[in-house]
């Protein structure tokens, strides 16, 4: 069946500007998370959903940094005012339900470049 | 909070060789551990999986086992195949007070040659 699929695939943009990342999880997941991946590191948590709502937001880095899932399914990262510091690969997941047992499907990201 | 540490790559190979890589971690309770594997080109995804202590996760020719004691989950094969060449995340999910996530360590390069 269809994995997880991100759009863009990438992203460039000037200092300063506004983004969104879209996401398109598993049909039927009820879970889906966000993580963002610099160069060299692993990934990091950024926003986990659990149907429509965000369950926990804690890695979100400022207020910049805001996501949706409105109707339980797709998911857009919102960046306002991007930073050349928000430069990285934002990474999209999905599990069949919040349990931490379950694995993560990763789609295959979108790299967002600030000039 | 949670941690993971992986041993610093990369790691060079010969193929037929035995691997290993060690993976340990700091939680507070009692967390799933994950290897996850990352081809060249390719997304992130998982390789094997361990819920509780002892289980062993294996997939492929890798295995793993969830060793509480030392808070360690070693990822080991037998005999790596070029094919192998990739970044090896370990990772550690502990569901406490509703957060749900992932912590990975910062990578294992892995190169295969000939």
């Known amino acids: 069946g269809a994995g997880v699929s991100q759009t863009p695939s990438n992203k460039v943009t000037e200092k300063g500007k506004y983004v969104e990342l879209r996401c398109d999880p598993i049909?039927?997941?009820?879970?889906l998370y966000w993580y963002r991946q610099s160069l060299g590191q692993g990934p990091e948590f950024l926003i986990y959903?659990?149907?429509?709502?965000?369950?926990?937001d804690s890695g979100l880095p400022n207020d910049r940094f805001f996501a949706v899932r409105p109707e339980g399914s797709v998911s857009t990262l919102k960046i306002q005012r991007t930073e050349r510091g928000d430069s990285a690969v934002y990474l999209c997941?999905?599990?069949?339900?919040?349990?931490?047992?379950?694995?993560?499907?990763f789609g295959p990201g979108t790299r967002l470049t600030v000039l | 909070g949670d941690s993971v540490t992986q041993m610093e790559g990369p790691v060079t190979l010969s193929e037929e060789a035995f691997l290993t890589i060690n993976c340990t971690y700091t939680?507070?309770?009692?967390?799933?551990l994950f290897w996850y594997v990352q081809y060249p080109g390719e997304g992130l995804q998982l390789l094997l999986k361990a819920t509780k202590a002892d289980d062993k996760g294996s997939n492929k020719g890798f295995e793993a086992t969830y060793r509480k004691e030392t808070t360690s989950f070693h990822l080991e094969k037998g005999s790596v195949q070029v094919s192998d060449s990739a970044v090896y995340f370990c990772a550690l999910n502990e569901f406490t007070g509703g957060g749900n996530k992932l912590t990975f360590g910062t990578g294992t390069q892995l190169k295969v040659e000939l």
């Open positions: 997941a999905s599990s069949p339900s919040g349990d931490s047992t379950d694995t993560q499907y």
């Open positions: 049909s039927g997941h009820t879970a």
């Open positions: 939680a507070t309770g009692y967390p799933s």
């Open positions: 959903f659990q149907g429509t709502g965000a369950a926990d």
